[in-house]
């Protein structure tokens, strides 16, 4: 993604009730979608936890514009 605060990466089909871990924050998935923007250029890391799924790590890096 580009780090230019308009650019978005949506992540879809999430499980209801996934605990996604981010920042140093949880959040649980109510709507089966991420949607993520940053102005930020950096590696950004997304961990997704949600009996009896599988628990899955994903890495976005965002990239100068």
Do not use: R
């Not at 089909?13 to 979608?33: A, C, K, M, R, W």
């Amino acid at each position: 993604v580009k780090a230019n605060s308009s650019d978005q990466i949506v992540i879809s089909n999430i499980p209801f009730g996934t605990s996604v871990f981010h920042d140093g924050e949880s959040y649980v998935i109510s709507d089966g979608l991420i949607e993520f923007t940053t102005g930020d250029v950096g590696t950004y890391t997304f961990s997704f936890s949600n009996f009896p799924f599988q628990d899955c790590t994903i890495t976005l890096e965002a990239v100068s514009p």
